[in-house]
């Protein structure tokens, strides 16, 4: 089962505003997020008490995301260094 990907607007401005190659480190991830969107390499942010959201590490960035099953799809929520990420 694939799922499709979206980004709120904050997630791609962030993906816009980075280096070619952290671009394409994120969305390699993200096309793997898309066959199985609970790699053993995902963590559920607790931050977030009112809605499920996950997050991935690539390099030194976080992928922060929430799968929503019903539709199948995954909405990226918010990509930037893990300092500022949460």
Do not use: W
Not at 56 to 80: P, S, T
Request: hydrophobic share 35%; glycine share 2%.
């Amino acid at each position: 089962m694939t799922f499709s990907v979206l980004f709120n607007t904050q997630a791609h401005k962030s993906i816009k505003k980075l280096d070619n190659q952290s671009k394409d480190r994120i969305k390699k991830k993200i096309v793997k997020l898309q066959e199985d969107p609970f790699p053993p390499d995902c963590v559920r942010v607790e931050e977030y008490k009112q809605e499920k959201i996950f997050r991935v590490r690539v390099g030194n960035y976080r992928i922060l995301y929430l799968v929503r099953y019903e539709m199948q799809q995954i909405l990226i929520v918010k990509i930037d260094k893990r300092g500022r990420v949460y």
